[in-house]
Every structure is written in structure tokens, then in C-alpha cells.
């Protein structure tokens, strides 16, 4: 951008901000006295929210994932012969680590603990 350019953009910036606070100090100054409406004093009151969230996975999800494969796994090796036994240890390890993942989450959720402030405007007379 030239010099000329940036001086033209810049005298109607400057223009156009020097208009608005001209229509914003005639228009605030406009209203009658009975018009103007009292604004009650507030303050702020704020109080501390202990905030308990749930996740997805943690490390009581993974250790019941864990050891629900292995029990699943010792089952299914209990069941069949040969390479039928083989496909039974790893039908059951699967089946064992999505049953152990889910008891887990649903009896032992994983939690995060955090503290938030919550302020909002009271009337300052109560």
C-alpha cells in the first residue's frame, strides 16, 4: 500500500470515528431527567463448585480391560481341544476385556476432580 493510499484510508477512519462519538454524545444527552431510569447498586457474590467429571478411559477401565481379558482368556482355554482350545483362549480373552471394560466403567468410573468460581450480581441491600 502507498503512502497515499494509507493516508486516504486512515482521514476516513478517522472520519468516520469522530462522527459516531458525535452521534453517540448527542444521543446520550438527549434524555429528560424523569426519563433516566436509576440503576440499583449490585455487588458480586461468588462461591467456589467442586466440578466432578467422569472419563471415558482411566486406569481403572484399563485394569478391569486387564484382567477381564486374562479371566476370559483362562476360561476359554479351559473349553475345546486343539486348535479349537486356541480359539477359544482368544474368544474369551476378547470377550473377558470388553465385559471387564465395561463393568469397570459403569461400577468404577475414573473421576477428575476441579474447582470452579461462579460469581453473579446481587442487589447490594441484601
Not at 462519538?21 to 429528560?32: I, L, R, T, W, Y
Amino acid at each position: 500500500m502507498n503512502n497515499l493510499t494509507a493516508g486516504i484510508v486512515g482521514g476516513v477512519a478517522a472520519a468516520v470515528v469522530g462522527m459516531s462519538a458525535m452521534v453517540f454524545a448527542s444521543k446520550s444527552g438527549d434524555e429528560p431527567a424523569a426519563d433516566k431510569k436509576e440503576v440499583a447498586a449490585t455487588r458480586e457474590e461468588c462461591r467456589t463448585e467442586r466440578v466432578v467429571t467422569n472419563k471415558e478411559w482411566g486406569v481403572k477401565r484399563v485394569t478391569g480391560t486387564l484382567l477381564g481379558g486374562a479371566a476370559g482368556g483362562a476360561l476359554g482355554h479351559q473349553i475345546g481341544g486343539g486348535s479349537g482350545k486356541d480359539v477359544a483362549t482368544v474368544a474369551g480373552a476378547l470377550g473377558g476385556a470388553y465385559a471387564g471394560g465395561k463393568v469397570a466403567q459403569q461400577h468404577y468410573p475414573d473421576q477428575e476432580v476441579s474447582y470452579r468460581e461462579r460469581c453473579r450480581q446481587v442487589p447490594a441491600n441484601s
